[in-house]
């Protein structure tokens, strides 16, 4: 079992591919044929494992979740660190705090369109930990 | 490979807090480092990996959740078992059956805010079951 | 740690249940204890681990995300292949990618309701891989 944490800055809301990041530490611990967690142990950041080839699909995929889950919504109670706060905890809610990938001949079996995404939920730029476990 | 399963009673719809409960079975297995798979094997209710501190970010997400899931939507077909019935497979399918969370020096890998809650979608008091299996 | 790739053929939009299909490699792979993981590697097909006594149930949850998620919105930027694209990536991010399963007595650990589907989200038919992954 190899384990590894990747502490990333955020530029804000929005996608940081960690796609290439995994892979390298796939590569650097010699895992021919396993598995791969990504967790990621906040409450205001998530996973996505999403079309990495189109950049308008993580725009519309932006767009669509700020119309679902409004900013500033005066109906939210829990606003202490801002509008975007309790939105950034249904954002979360809504996708993923963990993926498991396969690994095969030392590679991630995503698709071929298919890359591993953190989604940063607060609007202000944030350090983000992300916690891989390979066996 | 330990597994171990809890039963817990709900109280109706909301959250049921596990961490307490996870931790301690990750420290009676002996675990020092691996990973905890934390499934639910139901279909109205699920997980959350959600802020622990604030008790208003939880009433946040369930109103939320009742706003978008709307109870006895005149538009579902299956309603057998009352107006909260198709709402919690509905809660379920947006939410998660399984969250898999790394182990290490015995310790759940999760964030300092971060906790495991059983989320009750039923209105009234269920029994549930959670799978967890430590490797 | 045993690896087995399904390849089905999905006739557009709508749940294939693939429970028996991976209940039957749990059998064959021996594994009498652990854990299996079920992974799409694709980005506009998902999964659900959902209720598999009702159809009326999945007829619900289609109708559902069809409402949530408008196919042909004048909103989306993406559209390259057509009014479902941008909606199947959406529906994908909002449901499951990999969903990890206990084991147990050579059996899988799903509630007594509770049915593994893939879920193709693009309105035509589309052959999609699932990748399963015991140990």
Redo the contacts between chains.
């Keep these: ?1 190899h ?1 590894r944490e990747l502490t990333v800055r955020t530029s804000g809301r929005g996608f940081l591919e960690l796609t290439k990041e995994v892979a390298s530490v796939v590569h650097d611990s010699g895992l021919a ?3 791969c ?1 990504v ?1 990621v ?4 950041a998530s996973l ?4 990495n080839w ?1 950049s ?2 993580r ?3 932006e ?2 979740m700020s ?3 409004q900013d500033g919504d005066p ?4 606003d ?1 660190e801002g509008p975007d706060d ?1 939105p950034a ?2 954002r ?11 690994v ?1 001949a030392g590679e991630l ?3 071929t ?2 890359g591993i995404y953190l989604w940063e939920h607060r609007t202000t730029p944030h350090e983000r ?1 992300v ?1 891989l ?1 390979l ?1």
């Design positions: 079992m384990r044929d396993g598995l967690n967790f142990p906040h409450t205001s996505l494992a999403g079309e189109d308008s699909v725009r519309d995929l767009a669509f119309r679902l889950v109906r939210y109670e829990h202490t309790m905890h249904i979360t809610m809504l996708t993923h705090s963990s993926i498991v990938i396969p095969a079996q995503l698709g369109w298919q930990r916690l476990t066996w």
